[in-house]
């Protein structure tokens, strides 16, 4: 599902793309003046709480980027926030899913323990594009035992397969891009 109106409007107004970056061929979708806005992430977390009103217990925020909606929906929702994180980045005992993305590949982790049994967990990243990364967190919250309740981004690209990559997840985006070589899942490895 993709939000209609003013919000995708202001959400397609302040991306901002950079042609060859992290390599040549990708274009990434650069969110930055999105979160510079005063009031605009209160306005994105809301879409996502209302989208999702009572069909999720937890949050998990895929880093980097996925850090700030992330958070942002966690304390609006009153909801815990786990972080999914890459390697090397978390202490303790570990599951681990390694990834491919558009660019290379990937490791995210989260703790042991830090889902409780059947805990319904709402993935939380910035752009949507191939839903590797997605579907590396929705692994994760399985391995630690909790159940994906759906997932929520910014902006989906649609053409590089994202949404049919994740079809048996309810999903919600603000805005979904049309177009070829529009790349930006992911954060540069």
């Known amino acids: 599902m993709t939000a209609t109106g003013s919000l995708a409007r202001t959400v397609a107004a302040s991306l901002r793309a950079y ?29 996502v709480i209302d989208r999702y009103a009572g069909a999720f217990d937890a949050v998990a925020a895929i880093e980097a980027r996925g850090f700030v909606l992330g958070a942002a929906v966690a304390q609006q929702a009153r909801k815990p926030l786990v972080l999914a994180r890459k390697a090397g980045k978390l202490p303790g005992e570990l599951h681990t899913v390694t990834y491919s993305l558009e660019y290379g590949e990937a490791v995210l982790q989260t703790q042991a323990g830090v889902f409780a049994p059947g805990v319904r967990v709402l993935l939380v990243d910035d752009v949507l594009a191939t839903g590797g990364t997605l579907a590396a967190a929705g692994r994760l919250v399985e391995l630690g035992g909790g159940r994906v309740a759906g997932y929520a981004v910014v902006v989906t690209i649609a053409p590089l397969g994202g949404p049919r990559r994740l079809a048996g997840i309810p999903g919600f985006s603000v805005l979904t891009l049309p177009g070829e070589n529009a790349d ?4 540069p490895p």
């Open 19 to 47: 042609p060859g970056f992290p390599e040549p061929g990708v274009l990434f979708q650069d969110l930055g003046p999105l979160y510079a806005t005063p009031g605009l992430l209160t306005e994105l977390a809301s879409a």
């Open 184 to 187: 930006g899942a992911g954060d």
